[in-house]
């Protein structure tokens, strides 16, 4: 490689990374503690996470929730860390004798707090600084929340809105019963007491190698039910291991004697735990991590009493959602155990596999050459059931097996555990579908619904990030996500679905087989103090008919350092946040850019229609596979990107292609020194439509 194209690729690699930071600058909420609170009341709660600033806002999804910011909180780097320091001591050393200039530190006088803000600034100075918290929940912010005494009670969502634009969301439930807080130390004696109330519910987060107990007084004979809620809260930890507070429950009587323990219930990580209470006197319920971890995003909240508890429910719903398809019956399994259920398809069936080793088997006709899809919902909707499919002949000659058959909207089932299988009858006939518990386990909530029958092609569309943050006037970049079912695999066309004025979505056309797509959304030209909620619908021809599904909104979540999830949101935002240094290229191409392979086209951009000081550069931002930018020419009125495709690209494809701005400065240090060249994100343009044409 020669000098000059090593150059090249190393300006590349350099403008690629600043624009990678620029994209890391999105305000992120860890946290929020306590989790949760009685309707009626009226809390300080603390959300922890990373660039904060500014935060101004709290949002609450459902109404009856409002909230203010009270407070935002960094920690201190090494420099502030010393100077805080040589300020106390000059504090002390005066004494009596203080002077009445103000001694500032970040904006406020020391010298006019009270002693209770001054301990705060001293605990504050004396935590370990060779242990500093994790940089994604560092900073706090402490909020005053009020919950109205008709709310609606049930999860919602939290976020808060900063200078940044608006947070993920986080989980925060609005609950009928009274609640409390874990207090500190809670060790033997000094365990938390709960007070008479029942149902209560208990708040607390646990930091590394914590417990945390609660004492309460109990009658014989009392049924108790314990349900924890820790990984619901926090789905996904990304730099945890499985992945989330794995929460496990205890139950002591007065004496210390173990009486339950519990570490999950069933396939759901948060334990549940049921006891009958021997005696009167009291008891102690005890939380920890299992693996003995532990930190302020290790938050749980705990319902106690006699509860009422429902083991199972048959038979199940069925999943939202249809495509085209022929009217189908429903049916229930023979309770009978060895019987074989004929079915006609199109049918739903509705059973279970009632106890360890069973299995339902049943018989259906087939023609040559038709294809038949059978499908089961059970873990999905909230079963033990794991399930096994497999197909065979009179004969006993197996056709087809499946045991986990993954769905990218299933939410947070982390374990994919429902089977889908599809034949193409090889003869006319009869054939049997076996259906059984993958690890021989079986109850009377191992419940399912089977589906047979012609496949039905049809697509979910998930949106991802929640939250898209854009500057006024600029542009941002979000992914959509297309589950294709049944054998689907044609376009959708993407749209906004009654945006307000100045919303712009560019690249909104998901090529036909592909399971993604990256868009863009350009925003009106001034800033909005509150996020605005959008909607996005996709629309595509399934077996001659148009049809339209309506994107839900999602955030990527990683788990364990590797496993990605798409986890589900209340809503789709857009914040529009104040102008910061930005470059203007807003277009929208007529035609999609055309490009052989091993060929060249060219992008022309009016404008800019604001300049800055500096020269722009120009970098394709996470580009197609094959396409380079191979140079850029700029004048008075626009500016030519030309493009290069690579020559093994095969002819048909379709992408979107999406540019990055930088803005080049030259900087010399204060002091003296060679100048340095400083590359300032400004944005990307509209996502512009790429077809790989005939050579």
């Known amino acids: 490689m020669n000098r000059a194209r090593r150059l090249a690729c190393g300006a590349v690699f350099v403008v690629a990374a600043a624009a990678r930071?620029?994209?890391?600058?999105?305000?992120?909420?860890?946290?929020?503690?306590p989790a949760g609170g009685e309707r009626g009341t009226v809390l300080e709660i603390v959300v922890g996470g990373q660039r904060l600033d500014g935060a101004r806002e709290v949002l609450v999804s459902g109404g009856g929730v409002?909230?203010?910011?009270?407070?935002?909180?960094?920690?201190?780097?090494?420099?502030?860390?010393?100077?805080?320091?040589?300020?106390?001591?000059?504090?002390?050393?005066?004494?009596a004798a203080a002077k009445a200039d103000p001694l500032l530190f970040q904006g406020r006088d020391l010298r006019a707090m009270s002693r209770e803000e001054l301990a705060a600034w001293r605990e504050k100075l004396a935590r370990d600084p060779r242990r500093p918290p994790n940089p994604q929940i560092a900073e706090t912010v402490r909020l005053h929340v009020a919950l109205a005494p008709d709310a609606d009670p049930g999860p919602r969502e939290l976020r808060l809105v900063a200078a940044a634009g608006v947070t993920n969301p986080l989980r925060f439930?609005?609950?009928?019963?009274?609640?409390?807080?874990?207090?500190?130390?809670?060790?033997?004696?000094?365990?938390?007491?709960?007070?008479?109330?029942?149902?209560?519910?208990?708040?607390?987060?646990?930091?590394?190698?914590?417990?945390?107990?609660?004492?309460?007084?109990?009658?014989?004979?009392?049924?108790?039910?314990?349900?924890?809620?820790?990984?619901?809260?926090?789905?996904?930890?990304?730099?945890?291991?499985?992945?989330?507070?794995?929460?496990?429950?205890?139950?002591?009587?007065g004496n210390g004697t173990e009486l339950a323990y519990v570490d999950d219930w069933r396939f759901d990580p948060d334990p549940l735990l049921r006891c009958v209470l021997p005696a009167d006197g009291d008891y102690v319920l005890e939380i920890r991590d299992a693996l003995w971890r532990g930190r302020e995003d290790f938050v749980y909240r705990i319902t106690l009493g006699e509860l009422p508890f429902a083991t199972c429910a048959f038979p199940l719903g069925g999943l939202a959602g249809a495509g085209p398809s022929a009217a189908r019956a429903e049916c229930t399994e023979a309770a009978s155990a060895g019987d074989v259920l004929t079915l006609a398809p199109p049918v739903t069936v509705n059973g279970r596999i009632d106890r360890p080793g069973?299995?339902?088997?049943?018989?259906?006709?087939g023609q040559a050459?038709?294809?038949?899809?059978?499908?089961?919902?059970?873990?999905?909707l909230g079963s033990p059931l794991d399930s096994l499919l497999w197909v065979t002949d009179v004969a006993g000659r197996e056709l087809a097996r499946n045991d986990d058959h993954p769905d990218l909207a299933a939410g947070l089932t982390t374990h994919q555990a429902d089977s889908r299988l599809e034949i193409a009858v090889p003869a006319d006939g009869d054939y049997?579908?076996?259906?059984?518990?993958?690890?021989?386990?079986?109850?009377?909530?191992?419940?399912?619904?089977?589906?047979?029958?012609?496949?039905?092609?049809?697509?979910?569309?998930?949106?991802?990030?929640?939250?898209?943050?854009?500057?006024?006037?600029?542009?941002?970049?979000?992914?959509?996500?297309?589950?294709?079912?049944?054998?689907?695999?044609?376009?959708?066309?993407?749209?906004?679905?009654?945006?307000?004025?100045?919303?712009?979505?560019?690249?909104?056309?998901?090529?036909?087989?592909?399971?993604?797509?990256?868009?863009?959304?350009?925003?009106?030209e001034a800033a909005r103090a509150c996020p605005v909620p959008l909607a996005l619908e996709g629309t595509a021809r399934i077996e001659g008919r148009e049809v339209r599904r309506r994107a839900a909104p999602a955030d990527d979540r990683t788990q364990a350092f590797l496993y990605r999830h798409l986890v589900p949101a209340a809503e789709f935002l857009a914040a529009v946040t104040a102008r910061g240094p930005r470059v203007s290229f807003r277009f929208s191409p007529d035609s999609p850019v055309r490009i052989a392979p091993g060929g060249t086209a060219e992008l022309r951009l009016p404008g800019p229609r604001r300049g800055a000081p500096g020269a722009l550069r120009f970098v394709l931002d996470d580009p197609p596979?094959?396409?380079?930018?191979?140079?850029?020419?700029?004048?008075?009125?626009?500016?030519?990107?030309?493009?290069?495709?690579?020559?093994?690209?095969?002819?048909?494809?379709?992408?979107?292609?999406?540019?990055?701005?930088?803005?080049?400065?030259?900087?010399?240090?204060?002091?003296?020194?060679?100048?340095?060249?400083?590359?300032?994100?400004?944005?990307?343009?509209?996502?512009?439509?790429?077809?790989?044409?005939?050579?």
């Not at 930071?21 to 860890?30: K, L, M, N, R, Y």
């Not at 003296?672 to 300032?680: K, S």
């Open 358 to 365: 069973d299995e339902d088997v049943f018989r259906f006709g």
């Open 21 to 33: 930071a620029a994209a890391q600058g999105e305000p992120h909420a860890g946290y929020v503690h």
């Open 173 to 253: 439930h609005v609950g009928t019963w009274p609640e409390v807080r874990e207090e500190e130390p809670n060790e033997g004696a000094a365990a938390t007491p709960l007070g008479a109330a029942r149902p209560i519910v208990a708040n607390g987060q646990i930091l590394p190698g914590d417990a945390d107990r609660f004492r309460f007084a109990g009658r014989a004979g009392e049924s108790l039910v314990v349900a924890a809620q820790a990984r619901e809260l926090i789905p996904y930890l990304a730099d945890a291991v499985p992945g989330w507070f794995q929460a496990v429950l205890t139950l002591r009587d």
């Open 432 to 524: 049997l579908l076996h259906l059984a518990d993958a690890q021989h386990q079986g109850s009377e909530a191992h419940a399912y619904r089977l589906r047979l029958g012609p496949p039905r092609p049809d697509f979910v569309l998930l949106a991802t990030p929640s939250g898209i943050n854009v500057r006024a006037g600029g542009t941002a970049a979000f992914t959509v996500h297309v589950v294709r079912r049944d054998g689907f695999a044609g376009a959708v066309d993407l749209a906004l679905v009654d945006a307000p004025a100045g919303f712009v979505l560019s690249g909104g056309h998901v090529p036909a087989g592909r399971d993604e797509v990256r868009v863009t959304l350009s925003a009106p």
């Open 625 to 695: 596979a094959g396409i380079t930018l191979e140079e850029v020419r700029t004048r008075r009125a626009e500016t030519t990107l030309l493009l290069r495709a690579g020559a093994d690209l095969e002819p048909g494809g379709e992408e979107n292609l999406i540019v990055a701005v930088l803005l080049e400065r030259t900087v010399t240090p204060e002091g003296g020194g060679a100048a340095r060249t400083r590359l300032v994100p400004l944005g990307i343009l509209p996502a512009v439509r790429l077809e790989i044409a005939a050579r």
């Open 66 to 95: 409002t909230g203010s910011v009270i407070e935002h909180e960094k920690p201190l780097t090494p420099a502030q860390r010393s100077e805080l320091r040589d300020k106390l001591r000059q504090l002390r050393a005066e004494g």
């Open 369 to 380: 050459g038709e294809t038949l899809v059978a499908e089961v919902e059970a873990r999905r």
